[in-house]
């Protein structure tokens, strides 16, 4: 059972960012590859987030380039992120590991109003994640975390997730740091230029982490070598999303200067499978030929390429759509079929799973509010 249609959005609980129209397309039509909506509607992080920032770049770009007019609703939660979407508001996200989170109903979406959504990727871009430690803490590898004070975030499962899948690298669990308990990430981020703590997990490219490099303290990015790998089965057991990369940008890094950090995808432009092929086929392809006029909006733009940003893995399957234009183009590989059809299979077994446990807890009679827990028993139970 797919669970999607929900409550309907409370009104001004998602405050919508109107971007400019673009100028009218004149005199005769311009041959176009892609064919895109009239209007769309997508949701991102909110206001000054960097998923924000991109995709206003995107936007602006078709809107000069096809006459076409986008709003994005912007959301600080991931619930307002994904409820535009379920309901059919927007018809794209660009969103983060709450799509993960998502398709295997956990966390927010462990609730009988959520339950396993059918999502599918279509894009998204590489991003670089890892420990930001001050550099006078003594910390050269992740098994020096031990006993460090460590943020984790209030309601935050998305960072605090692949902090956890840091530590596992070097055989650690939360239970072999001190944890120092944050509000917020830029708090977190915020509590080691101030002492507060010793690490925090986040993107280097973060302006607080530019800050830790430029205080006393300074600022040390451990490695996760993409060579150990009994190092990365122990993380990837935590989540399956992530791969090594060498990121060479943020603070502290350079090409001289890199760190061996995890990748992951951050946005991702995200939507639900019953989107249609064609639909999802042009946006792929427009995102494609709009790349010059955005590339240049910001030092992370040009990992859109769709050669970056249209491979596995990530945190759902692909959209048939966009594995159509993706394999037109000759990105789309044999593993990146392999993966997805792997993607597609695990689904399967979480909604099978959560059927299974729905029917259980009916002859069980379990109450609505003990159900959350009831299914993460039974995930842990019955799914790998």
């Known amino acids: 059972m797919i669970v ?28 176009q590859e892609a064919t895109v909506p009239d209007t769309m509607m997508w949701s991102a992080y909110d206001v000054g987030s960097s998923g924000y920032t991109e995709a206003s770049a995107v936007a602006d770009a078709m809107i000069k380039t096809y006459g076409t007019r986008i709003r994005i609703m912007p959301s600080g939660t991931s619930i307002g992120r994904l409820l535009p979407l379920k309901t059919g508001r927007v018809q794209y996200g660009w969103l983060a590991n709450e799509v993960y989170f998502a398709t295997e109903a956990v966390f927010d979406f462990a609730s009988n109003e959520w339950g396993p959504q059918d999502l599918r990727v279509l894009m998204g871009r590489p991003a670089g994640f890892g420990l930001g430690c001050a550099a006078d803490a003594g ?18 499962p998305s960072v605090n997730i692949k902090v956890a899948a840091i530590l596992a690298f070097a055989g650690l669990t939360w239970d072999d740091v001190e944890v120092v308990e944050m509000p917020s990430y830029g708090a977190a981020l915020r509590g080691v230029v101030e002492g507060t703590n010793d690490c925090a997990g986040g993107v280097p490219t973060a302006g607080t982490f530019r800050e830790l490099e430029a205080s006393s303290r300074g600022i040390t990015w451990p490695d996760m070598p993409a060579d150990n790998t009994e190092a990365w089965e122990r993380l990837r057991a935590v989540a399956p999303f992530f791969a090594p990369t060498a990121e060479t940008v943020g603070a502290g890094l350079s090409e001289e200067t890199p760190a ?15 989107t249609s092929e064609e639909d999802a086929y042009n946006f792929v392809k427009a995102m494609d030929e709009t790349f010059d006029l ?4 910001n030092p992370v733009m040009p990992r859109w390429t769709v050669e970056s940003a249209g491979t596995t893995p990530a945190d759902a399957p692909f959209h048939p759509g966009a594995i159509r234009y993706l394999t037109e183009i ?15 299979a695990r689904m399967e077994q979480v909604r099978a799973a959560w059927d299974a446990a729905q029917e259980q807890a009916l002859d069980q009679t379990i109450p609505a509010k003990e159900w959350p827990a009831f299914w993460e028993s039974y995930r842990q139970q019955h799914l790998n």
Do not use: F
Not at 6 to 27: F, K, Q
Not at 139 to 156: P, Q
Not at 331 to 344: K, S
């Open 139 to 156: 910390i050269e590898s992740i098994a020096d975390v031990a006993g460090k004070r460590v943020s984790r975030i209030e309601a935050n």
């Open 260 to 274: 061996q950090l995890i990748a992951y995808r951050y946005p991702m432009i995200t939507t639900y499978a019953d």
């Open 294 to 297: 955005y590339k240049n909006a």
């Open 4 to 31: 999607r249609n929900g409550p309907a959005l409370a009104g001004g609980a998602l405050v919508a960012a109107a971007l400019a129209v673009g100028l009218a397309v004149g005199g005769a039509a311009r041959a």
């Open 330 to 344: 000759g990105v789309w590989t044999d593993a990146d079929a392999a993966w997805n059809a792997q993607r597609l």
